[in-house]
């Protein structure tokens, strides 16, 4: 009788699992000169401790606040994302986060739109 190869994630049900409550955030019209700051909330759906190793955005308008504590199985954290606009007009920036889970790196996309004062 021929043997099922097990599922990824089957092989890995021993680690943490980073999972997020959405993978995009709309932080609509924001004012020129003022910052807008959204929370995005996570959980640990593995079975081991998840920790947040590096988050990296690529703009230096935004910012992430993020928890330095490990989560234990089950529980839920968040990241605190504030965007400070430079310029008017629509804007899509990208959010990297590292992580020690299984999925080892996830991206979040915020988009909106900076107006005149």
Known sequence: MAQTMPTAQQQDNNKAFFSLEKKSLNFG??????????????????????????V???????????????FAPGK????????NPTETGPFNKTIYVYTNA????ETVQIEGMVIEK
Request: overall charge positive; proline content about 4%.
């Open 29 to 54: 019209e924001i004012k020129m000169g003022s910052t807008k700051t959204l929370e995005l909330s996570f959980t640990n759906t593995g079975k081991k401790t998840l920790v947040l190793t590096d």
């Open 56 to 70: 990296y955005t690529n703009c230096g308008c935004t910012t992430v606040d993020w928890p330095k504590d490990p």
């Open 76 to 83: 839920s954290g968040t990241l605190k994302i504030t965007y």
């Open 102 to 105: 299984q999925n080892s790196s």
